[in-house]
């Protein structure tokens, strides 16, 4: 690496501060404080990198680390299929029970000045090598529907738009934007994890809306397994309320669902 260049590494604790300003100037919503101590201690299933450009100092390297300035983040979280929405089950074409994790990109933003100059790219390979070391398949987002900026950025580096989910986000009125609820539109990347040599497979399966689906499909929307799972789901939240064992409680709800459709004509 030359003196000067910028650089991809994970982010560090002492970058904590960087990152909150910066992420404050990409984004007109404010997160909770413990948003960021997660994402740069890796906590919460949360793994997160920087761009950093390398401050000139004739200092040690510990004074050098200290001055490094942070120009970009990508802050993701690993899921697994099981975590989720029905909508996205339909939009990523998984079913919750088939042990797939993913990563799901939270935030991710380049400081205005330092745009176009490929850290976005380098940043979305930084989640990519991740991926294929760990076995994630897939790489997801939800972007506003009117964000497309983002989007073009997305589909420049491989990203699929996979689903329309309408009222997604609910969003201040202001001069950019008069309505208060938006879409989200889902992107994926497909991510071949058999050979680390090979570039990441995109399917490119057509744009669909949730309203659009649902409105041929109801009420066989999903099928028998997302059903399943979203009943199994619903009954573990009302018995761990109830403070019933968890493993009686799941196979009781099993058992329950399978006569359930037995039943079924």
């Known amino acids: 690496m030359n003196e000067g260049e910028t650089f991809i590494r994970p982010l560090f604790p002492s970058d904590l501060e960087q990152l909150k300003a910066l992420h404050e100037a ?29 401050c000139r100092t004739s200092g040690d390297a510990e004074e050098a680390r200290s001055q490094n300035q942070v120009v970009g983040f990508v802050i993701a ?6 975590d989720l929405t029905p909508e996205e089950h339909v939009g990523l074409g998984l079913a919750p029970t088939d042990g797939t994790h993913l990563l799901y990109i939270l935030t991710f933003g380049v400081h205005e000045k330092w745009r176009r100059r490929g850290l976005g790219d380098q940043l979305v390979q930084a989640l990519v090598g991740y991926s294929r070391l760990n076995g994630l398949r897939c790489i997801y987002l ?6 497309e900026a983002a989007q073009r950025f997305y589909r420049h580096a491989g990203f699929v738009a996979k689903l329309e989910i309408p009222r997604y986000y609910s969003l201040a009125a202001s001069s950019a934007w008069t309505d208060t609820d938006h879409a989200a539109i889902l992107y994926a990347l497909d991510v071949d994890v058999k050979d680390p040599r090979l570039p990441p ?15 041929t499909r109801l009420p066989g ?32 709800l099993v058992r329950l669902f399978s006569r359930q459709q037995s039943r079924a004509p």
């Open 26 to 54: 990409c984004f007109p919503i404010q997160y909770e404080k413990h948003y960021f101590q997660n994402a740069v201690h890796g906590r919460a299933g949360m793994r997160s990198w920087a761009a950093i450009h390398p």
């Open 77 to 82: 979280r690993v899921n697994s299929a099981w």
């Open 142 to 147: 939800h972007t506003l529907d009117q964000n």
């Open 201 to 215: 497979q995109s399917n490119a399966r057509p744009l669909r809306s949730v309203e659009c689906v649902s409105s």
């Open 221 to 252: 929307l999903l099928p028998p397994s997302l059903w399943r799972a979203a009943f199994l789901r619903l009954g573990m939240s009302i018995l761990r309320t109830l403070r019933v064992d968890p493993a009686q409680a799941k196979l009781n």
